[in-house]
């Protein structure tokens, strides 16, 4: 790998913007984006009994095992291409163990990113998501409406933002008053997700306290880039520096 090349960490509560700051990282760093959430998806597609288990996870908004993810992000992460072109390495690692887990592999991040949302805001991101599934691009009917008809056509929802089971499994009765029947679903769904990233946060940033970045994720998504992308080129021209390729 060439020196220059970056190691990037993102994390942030649910639908804080990770995903949607990601797809504008590597179009600028040319990263390689690996995001623990679609690993597991993928393994999920393919049906296999990790992606079996690991679904009745994710629809609880709980985290999936280690022993099914830490392996899964390692692999992923010692990839050519990966170890080629810098990673970005997106919703991992999520507690304290995994954070351990990934130290002793050798795999130490340049960068921290902390995306810090309100709650209220958190909530009507997810309520809005869509996804392309031909690009694999993320949408929101309000702030990234779909350029064309086609597109918006085909948009589709993430399972867990949907999925009604954990909606009924832990009672939608304080969060009723919502609008409509979906609505109060993806509160509830969400909620979950929320709960756990509280109970785990503290002990991951307590990992990375000496490079975390806090960037205000409440802003429009090319206010939020504009702090990633100062922070991330200073660091880019010093690696460059010190490499003596400048
Ligand atoms: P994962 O897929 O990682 O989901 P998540 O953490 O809940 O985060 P999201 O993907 O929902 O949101 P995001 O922050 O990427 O926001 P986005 O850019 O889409 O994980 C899913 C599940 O997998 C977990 O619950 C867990 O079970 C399991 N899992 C994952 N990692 C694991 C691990 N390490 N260990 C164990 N289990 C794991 O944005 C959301 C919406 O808001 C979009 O519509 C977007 O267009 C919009 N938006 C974004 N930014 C802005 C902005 N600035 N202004 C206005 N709208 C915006």
Sequence with gaps: AK???LKIMISGAPASGKGTQCE???????LVHIAAGDLLRAEI?????????AKEYMEKGQLVPNDIVVMM???RLLQPDSQENGWLLDGYPRSLSQATAL???GFRPDLFIVLEVNEEIL???VVGRRLDPVTGKIYHLKYSPPETEEIAARLTQRFDDTEEKA???LICAPIILITSQNSVIFVASVKLR???HRQNVEAVLSMYEDITLKVNGNLRKEDVFAQIDDALTKLFEDRKLNSGSL
Excluded: A, M
């Design 194 to 196: 929320l709960q756990t």
């Design 167 to 169: 909606c009924l499994e």
């Design 123 to 125: 909530v009507e991101r």
């Design 45 to 53: 597609d393919s049906g296999s009994e990790n992606g079996k288990q």
């Design 103 to 105: 130290k002793e592999f």
């Design 3 to 5: 020196p220059e090349h």
């Design 73 to 75: 992000v390692k692999d």
């Design 24 to 30: 504008l990282i590597t179009k600028k760093y040319g």
